[in-house]
């Protein structure tokens, strides 16, 4: 399984950006799909998630600004950023909760390779 992210790049300070990620390998069920964040000399914080039900969780930092979606046909995940703060600046990570792939006896968490999102004053 591999989660391939997309849509990283530099943008003015209150402008949007959209991320996606496409989840390649054959899955069975996905219980949660999310954003991750991890911003130079800091840890990895949760930005938006969305579980099997659609239902939407997001860091206090992003609410009001971020929205995540989930295509369950497609297995893909995007998080739509509005009026974006130099503070966003990280590499975003696309994440799988709980994934049952082909080849696999139990669920897994699985991760995406990044995209850099910069934002400028």
């Known amino acids: 399984v591999q989660l391939q992210a997309s849509g990283g790049g530099l943008v003015q300070g209150g402008g949007s950006l959209r991320l996606s990620c496409v989840v390649q390998?054959?899955?069975?069920?996905?219980?949660?799909m999310g954003w991750y964040r991890q911003a130079p000399g800091k840890g990895r914080d949760m930005v938006a998630a969305i579980d099997s039900g659609g239902r939407a969780t997001y860091g206090d930092s992003v609410k009001g600004r971020f929205t995540i979606s989930r295509d369950f046909a497609k297995n893909t995940v995007d998080l739509q950023m509005n009026n974006l703060k130099p503070e966003d600046t990280a590499v975003y990570f696309c994440?799988?909760?709980?994934?049952?792939?082909?080849?696999?006896?139990?669920?897994?968490?699985?991760w995406g390779q990044g995209t850099l999102v910069t934002v400028s004053s």
């Open positions: 390998g054959k899955i069975f069920s996905i219980d949660g």
């Open positions: 994440k799988l909760d709980r994934a049952l792939a082909a080849g696999h006896s139990y669920p897994d968490d699985y």
